[in-house]
């Protein structure tokens, strides 16, 4: 079964220097899709380090589970958040886009 379109949950503002928790669900996809996140339209890289785009970002990511933890927050970090959900059924769903004001 296809994903449906998965839902966002982001915080609309998040303390810099705290730990915010973004979460992306899902329910109907068999079997259970893999996500991804995606900051201003950018795929977010499971390891920020890895990336120039994101190395001034500390977070983690777990793309079986969805949830997306910054851990601090920092200024960087504030932009607009969507996921997406993909199994290997069907095409890969976004969520809407949520801004996230650090």
């Given at each position: 079964v296809p994903p449906s379109k998965p839902v966002a949950h982001v915080p609309?503002?998040?303390?810099?220097?705290s730990k915010?928790?973004?979460?992306?669900?899902e329910t109907d996809g068999s079997p259970p899709p893999t996500f991804r996140w995606y900051r201003n339209g950018m795929l977010m890289?499971?390891?920020?380090?890895?990336?120039?785009?994101?190395?001034?970002?500390s977070y983690s990511l777990d793309s079986?589970?969805?949830?997306l933890t910054f851990e601090p927050v920092s200024a960087f970090d504030t932009g607009d958040y969507y996921c997406e959900a993909?199994?290997?059924?069907?095409?890969a769903q976004k969520s809407e886009a949520i801004h996230m004001e650090a």
């Open positions: 609309t503002s998040a303390t810099i220097g915010a928790v973004l979460r992306c669900s890289p499971t390891d920020p380090k890895t990336s120039a785009t994101f190395r001034n970002s079986a589970t969805g949830v993909s199994n290997n059924v069907g095409s």
